[in-house]
């Protein structure tokens, strides 16, 4: 791949459907894309501004595009820059419960005539290359097809990270509502982080797809709408869950202060029986430490050994009462 | 029944609204919804993605829609795939308090000729079946008239879940504010996912039955939309009622809270009422214990009765205080 | 009446706004509508479905919107099937403050010729009936005046119900905050569910009138628009009174929650304060109990008066300072 | 002013932007308004049923809207009844924090020949009055203008009050972020109330004065348009506040409960530390106060100074500690 | 610049993009627009009454937006005023976190032939002149380009500051969850406060850009569209951020209630643990203080220092069993 600068991952032109064998440069790519019959997918990795504004030169890109391209952290979009849509999509990856979520970005450029991807973060697309390509009857119907699967696997992604989520709440509830004295609030205010950050990259793009599914753009035949409304059912197949999660978590905060509060009442009780039980020694000891000169008890014989068998069966009456009321 | 496979577990042909007598193998069954005036009722359940697929190629069924047809989970919708609609069900059951919400799954492809009724889960629709076929005035409308039919059905059950629901949350309510000292926070915060469960099975269906109610669909005859309108009108009953459901569980959590602090309030008193009682002997004790040369009444020959009777005075007459004030 | 059925208790033409002599059996009552000039007015209670059944018959009502009439329990809707309007609307009483909310429905099928209206529970219609028989100038157009005079009759209802909510709002925000020591979360909590239930009355008949307020029914002549839009008004005015409710009772139910864990705090401190005063002749009369030979206080004369006054004096030093900061 | 009713402030005729000297019985005005060129302003106050019958008559007014003008309680709105613009507005005054929100109620029916504001409670119109009148220029347009002044003037009065409520509601955060122990949960209670009253006088009018500005009504000529999207401009800088009002307000109750929590925190952790403190002379004490034969210290010749300085010691140390980590 | 008056910052002449030298009075501002060809940019900071009373005679603006002028405290938006656009944004800084955040006010009248830009508090627009002024291919379509350019820079403000807040946040969140005792309920709720002012900065621009760029404006040339749309698309961002923002506070503040609650139980805990310790010797040493004349154990030879080995072992045992299960 000597001819691709180092920013480009892939860059090939398909006719009918087919890959054309071969690499391409720059150049020959943009000839292909005006030539007819074929259509160009470029696939870009952060670019800097530079190495942009040469593909920009060569597929007559929007000033304003070229800049989101370059930059990150755009918002899920789509805009209609002459006749080449930019639609900009987040990938996200929540590979374990430690790490959080990651957040990638795809902006893609697409045209008659070309697709244009850029990637910022992750978000690996030589996987949806190689589906898309086992499919040339698909592939015959232009660039609009390569966005299709890609934005499907992209919201796959986010079925799968909700789907994640899913299991982290499930074992937060298990936490909350478990005996062990464990208070997850630090977790659950992580995953409603975690929720926030799916949800700002699903809500904007519902719309977007909605757009695109509704035929308003030329760039994407009709034949594909059917396609577009399916990526978004499943768009809002996430949301929905998302929607869920953010009330679950909500609820999941206060009912974990409600434990919190509970157990702390538990070992109040408990607490306060034992100093209970610890006070009659204390308070019968203190009855024969006085001085009197008449106290009878203190000449008995087994007076002391009454007393302390006294004292042994009070703590005990108590501390059998207290477990009955379940205190201790 | 030897003639149709595993998943199928009816196929019957309508004309004029009654059905044919004898059963059908699939390829006789396609023949006859292409053949004029009588439509097919297919059965399904939980197909494989090959047993599906002959079913697909025989009725001319959308790639996509057969997709979805074998992987359960979809989100409540309707679709229009060419002339076939696609129908999206979730179909809900609440045994008993202990086992929380069961969710199965209906997909139903409608057309003028045929329906399709694909099921993952619960939700058995020979009942349904039943009905239908004792009113051929309105099977001869065609397959519409099912559809009506099982929706009128399932959205039956979501009242009836509903009402369990209903049920569960007044147990809930007494329990919160019950004398006795228990903490429902885990029964609110399961009846929340129960209510979510629920909430997101009915709302996006809410959406899909007043499309088909519109008359906005071929397959679906106009003489039928007022039977739609009267499903949605259900559909938003049971909405309200989620809705309302949502509130009062969240304003349970909240007064579960503070009931929880009352009591808790409560134990603190009472417990402090006995140290306070407990640790009257101590003192007077104490200072009976002390070792000075003059203490005249230790000398005294009823001292100690005295001070005895003291300290049980002074006791009772805090308990009676206490007791007073509500402490204990 | 003898002609009348149980369940009928009213059944009368009205010609030129005035009400013709005599009753009238079904069958006449039928024959009257479908002659011209007048309308029929005919009040229906809790009817079963073979009585109802006759009705429906009489004046052609539709399946579905008999169906309604016999099961309770519908929401508050306007409905077209054919010529006829069903206007479901839900009464609402409140006698006081110990039962709660009573609630009925009133289902009523308007057309050019006749009203019939079949009451569930409470919600007395004859008041109605006479307020309505003195005003011949507005009764002449027709059936949709009887609506009208119904609808306002109901919602004037709903307005005394949020004005009895309203006063135990007040009463309740007043324990929240008196000094005694009261929860009144339960009463917060039952106040919540009431104004849900006037919610759930209100909101979707708003919609419902608004529609009729509009005119985009033949049933009811333009020359009504402005009494709906009247009654839409009033509707209106329940409305933000009742989301009013919701946002107070939620933060009184908060306001509650602190001021329960206030006064959980001054009663701590309370109780610590006695607890520190009562350490006090425990801990000097322990030492004095102290046993080693050369303790000189022991043996002065007025050893014992002095420790008893001494202690007295920290005593009730300790009371002032408590009593100074707030505590006691 | 001897032939005006008590009920009638003031009554005058306007012609080409200038006021006709002399005051006018009832019957002249309605015959000024009725002739070519100028209009009529009558100011009228908590008028009677009897006294307005008499106005509605000569003016003309709809029967509802007479009802409306009488019943003072009516919500924001405007209505069309007829040519003649029925609009309501609520009037607010916050004169101290003590007191709480005033609501006067203003009724004004315009039309192109008069303008009849009726007032119900505060909101004295002579200040608009005495303006208007220094606007021969604007007064030429017709009595639109006398409603632009007065709902400018209405609008004024809410900026004033909202910004009075911003006063109240900074001084309560600096209370629930004071280092004294204030709770002031029922001044945020009380600041919510008042809240929603602004809200609900302000709410109302916004979509009304809205549709004033959008030029729906004849009465209203469209040179005003913009002074009228003045007002509802003013207005939604209320509503935004109205908004950022409610907001910090249950942020500010949730804020206060923390800080409760963390004072009774505080307090707890003050008192168990003198608990600690107190707790030594007794355990000391104790253990010299047994009675074995043999306890060597007791004999000793400072034994009972040795202990008492220890105890002090110990006493001193834990009090050290106790300050350095913040419970003292 | 002595032509200028003090209010006065800058005034320039555009022709074809180029600003043409030499500084103009308001006059020949006045008449430069007046005549073909090129367009003035004129920058005014809080202007008198007086001051700018003469601009707008010179410029033939509206009497009310002249009022909005003067007095600052406006609502973003947009108006159009014959075809004059006024548009009013509120500028943001945040140099840092003790200071919170700083608002100030453009007012920005846009025509075909000049933009006055009116600034109030902080905001300076020096900058955006420069840069503008190096695009002359861009300054050659107009005012409306300027506009862009104020709005472009006034949104880039609002990122930054966003920036900072979501530092201040994750600041926020750590001190929350850190093993130290604070309580940043405080912080949170001037967040809080900093969000909801940045809030209402924000959104209601939101709308008025959006007006702006669906080329409503005759003011605002359609080649500029996609930059206002540019603008809109950051201006989302923003308000996506802030939203997440009030949620994550929301979710602070009752996460920071749990941790103060969980606190507040270990200390709680960890005193009673230490009481229960400090128990033992005063309840055994008060056993052996009793008077009884038959005690064996005060005989023994070795019995004084048996108990005080024994309290020791009882106390390092319970001081062990508190460790192992957390409580101190």
């Known amino acids: 791949m000597a001819i691709l600068g180092g920013m480009i991952v892939d ?43 040469s593909i920009a030169r060569e597929f007559g890109l929007h000033e304003l595009a070229v800049e989101d391209a370059i930059k990150a952290h755009q ?28 957040v990638g970005e795809l902006l893609l450029f697409v045209n008659r005539d070309f697709i244009i991807t850029v990637r910022h973060g992750e978000g690996e697309l030589s996987s949806v290359r190689e589906r898309v390509e086992r499919r040339p009857d698909l592939l015959a119907h232009g660039p609009g097809v390569v966005l ?17 989520i899913d299991g982290e709440i499930q074992a937060v509830e298990r936490e909350v509502f478990s005996a062990e004295r464990t208070n997850p609030a630090e977790q659950i205010y992580k995953l409603e982080r975690e929720v926030l950050d799916l949800y700002r990259a699903v809500a904007p793009l519902l719309e977007a797809v909605d757009e695109i599914g509704e035929g308003r753009f030329e760039a994407i035949p009709d034949e594909l709408d059917d396609y577009f409304r ?57 009855i024969y430490g006085m001085n009197f000169d008449h106290m009878p008890e203190l000449h008995w014989r087994y007076g002391y050994f009454t007393v302390l068998s006294l004292i042994a069966a009070i703590c005990l009456a108590l501390y059998w009462r207290f477990k009955r009321v379940g205190w201790l």
């Open 230 to 286: 399916d990526v978004h059912d499943h768009l809002q197949r996430v949301t929905g869950r998302v929607n869920a999660f953010r009330e679950l978590l909500s609820s999941a905060l206060q009912a974990n202060l409600t434990q919190v509060s509970v157990r702390q009442n538990e070992d109040m009780r408990k607490i306060s029986a034992w100093v209970a039980i610890a006070a009659v020694p204390t308070m019968v000891a203190g």
């Open 11 to 53: 860059c090939a032109v398909y006719e009918h459907g087919k890959r054309r064998a071969g690499d391409l440069s720059l150049g020959q790519a943009g000839a292909a894309c005006r030539s007819d019959g074929g259509f160009v997918w470029l696939g870009v990795v952060e670019p800097s501004a530079e190495e942009f504004e």
């Open 148 to 164: 299709y699967a890609i934005l499907d696997h992209v919201v796959d992604g986010y079925g799968d990270v909700a789907q994640t």
């Open 75 to 102: 918002r899920p979009k789509v805009e209609l820059f002459g006749d080449t849509l930019l639609v900009v999509v987040k990938t996200v990856t929540h590979p374990d419960a430690d790490h959080g979520i990651g």
